[in-house]
């Protein structure tokens, strides 16, 4: 389904109903993370809302599962800004449905269906800890 290049959670896709998956793996492939969450925020106005039939509801559901997708494209390691983290965690947690919830909350309710994912938060966590003790020890020097 998603292309082997990028270690990606395809669960997200994967759960979708039929009808859904096609175009949310069109917004995976066309639209990147900020046009996903200006189209989250009016499904009406991107240009993809012609080429599919659906409700209002049916992109929110494709559009949260695309931008959920997309975040787990993201490869965290030392160095990436834990502001970027702190946000990109935001944002999967508002596509998950459970806005303004910390990254513990958000990586156990993903533990049983999207184990990627949740190992995805679980790195997060740990890449953040880590620039917090990498500037700590420079702060020292």
């Given at each position: 389904m998603?292309?082997?290049s990028h270690n990606?959670?395809?669960?997200?896709i994967n759960h979708l109903p039929l009808a859904l998956r096609d175009p949310?793996?069109?917004l995976i492939r066309v639209a990147s993370l900020k046009v996903m969450?200006?189209?989250r925020k009016d499904p009406t106005s991107h240009f993809l809302y012609d080429d599919f039939q659906l409700t209002h509801s049916q992109w929110q559901t494709a559009?949260?599962?695309?931008i959920l997708t997309k975040v787990?494209?993201?490869e965290l390691e030392i160095g990436f800004p834990n502001v970027y983290i702190n946000k990109l965690i935001e944002i999967?947690?508002?596509a998950y449905g459970l806005p303004n919830k910390p990254a513990p909350v958000l990586y156990q309710a993903m533990t049983h269906e999207h184990h990627q994912m949740a190992?995805?938060?679980k790195k997060a966590l740990l890449v953040q800890q880590q620039n917090l003790r990498r500037e700590k020890a420079r702060r020292t020097l």
């Open positions: 998603l292309g082997s990606v959670d395809p669960s997200f949310a793996m069109a969450l200006n189209m559009l949260n599962a695309a787990s494209y993201f999967a947690s508002f190992a995805w938060i």
